[in-house]
T-cell receptor
């Protein structure tokens, strides 16, 4: 049963610490997205990759967030330094053909104290 | 500005009843519209996809409609079950040549009570 796998599922950290979230997309899917979800804003696009190349990271605060895809089986989202306003659920999703059919992971719930 | 608006924001219904969720969009150029179901603590899961030429599509007790002229879509749930309690998110894809842009609604939170 192919699915998107995200780690960690939950992370509690203190302000100023570095946070790294990882995502294993479904094998063969060529487009990978990072979204952030909060009660107030809903799902917001942070960044996405096609064939491992970054296509759009305009939704990401550049001074503290970075997203990479070192190989086809791993995407990472890093926050350094983290702030309380970064507390949210971060979702990774993959898309088999870049047509908008998203398969979401279960999310990484981040709490920054 | 590309936007997707959903209504109502939240809804409570009794088990066994029907309900309809609305999605209005101002997205151009339009490629397709999807409804996702998101259970609490889980990632969204696709329910249906509608393209420009499709008016109605069903997935079990879920029926989606699309009126491309008025730019409205609805999701009808028949004979609701407790497991239908979730957030339902409307997502419109705008085709932008080499890349597509996904515009998300903020969702309708449905609670089905026994």
């Amino acid at each position: 049963d192919a699915r998107v796998t995200q780690t960690p599922r939950h992370k509690v950290t203190e302000m100023g610490q570095e946070v790294t979230m990882r995502c294993q997309p479904i094998l063969g899917h060529n487009t990978v997205f990072w979204y952030r979800q909060t009660m107030m804003q809903g799902l917001e696009l942070l960044a996405y990759f096609r064939n491992r190349a970054p296509l759009d990271d305009s939704g990401m605060p550049k001074d503290r967030f970075s997203a990479e895809m070192p190989d086809a089986t791993l995407a990472t989202l890093k926050i350094q330094p983290s702030e309380p306003r970064d507390s949210a659920v971060y979702f990774c999703a993959s898309d088999p053909q870049g047509t908008g059919e998203l398969f979401f992971g279960e999310g990484s719930r981040l709490t920054v104290l | 500005k590309n936007q997707v608006e959903q209504s109502p924001q939240s809804l409570i219904i009794l088990e066994g009843k029907n309900c309809t969720l609305q999605c209005n969009y101002t997205v151009s150029p339009f490629s397709n519209l999807r409804w996702y179901k998101q259970d609490t603590g889980r990632g969204p899961v696709s329910l249906t996809i509608m393209t420009f030429s499709e008016n109605t599509k069903s997935n079990g007790r879920y029926t989606a409609t699309l009126d491309a002229d008025t730019k409205q879509s609805s999701l009808h749930i028949t004979a609701s079950q407790l497991s239908d309690s979730a957030s339902y998110i409307c997502v419109v894809t705008s085709y932008g040549g080499a890349t597509n842009k996904l515009i998300f609604g903020t969702g309708t939170l449905l609670a089905v009570q026994p």
